[in-house]
């Protein structure tokens, strides 16, 4: 008889950004990249807002996923994002997660949404919902005081909006060069 477990699936719902803020984020990059500190850089393509990691999760529980993001979707219309202020987790006296800040009309009540809806699903709880676009992480200790040097300098830059008309299920495959991310499912919002 066959193994009827399912093969467990990396994902992560998340906003996809216009190529223009990408453009306008990759800019801050290289204005803070000039520190030389041990960051490792997120890529180009891969720059998005995390709504949700749902980590690895079984194909039946992903397809449960895709139903929930069909419900929420449908009762939100398309956000209206801006991207403002460049800062740190937890703090930039002691950086780990080099992010670009923001704010979107009804993001947080749609992650709160999705949150509830992922516990039913069984998947476990995770952090609340904190609207940023991860830059970099910070590896070690070099130059740390050089990049939050540069972080003040660029700290309340605006690099945008945007208007994010769907959210997407993202697949996440980790390799040694970084992770590979591609669309598992996507949805519009719907309402008005």
Known sequence: ????????????????????????????QSRLRKANADVKWV??????????????????????????MEEVAGRFSPQKLVFKGVGAFPDLRRPRVVWIGGEGDSLSKIAEELERGIREIGIPPEKPFSFHLTLGRVRSPRNLGQLTRLMGEV????????????????????LPQGPQYSILYEVEFRRG
């Open 155 to 174: 700290g309340d830059v605006h690099i945008g909006e945007m208007t994010a008309e769907k959210i997407t299920l993202m697949r996440s495959i980790l």
């Open 43 to 68: 890529e180009r393509e891969n720059l998005h807002i995390t709504l949700r990691f749902l980590g690895e999760i079984e194909e039946a529980k992903v397809e449960k996923v895709k139903r929930l």
């Open 1 to 28: 008889m066959a193994d009827k477990t399912s093969p467990k699936i990396r994902c992560f719902i998340a906003i996809l950004l216009s190529d223009e803020i990408k453009e306008k984020a990759v800019e801050i």
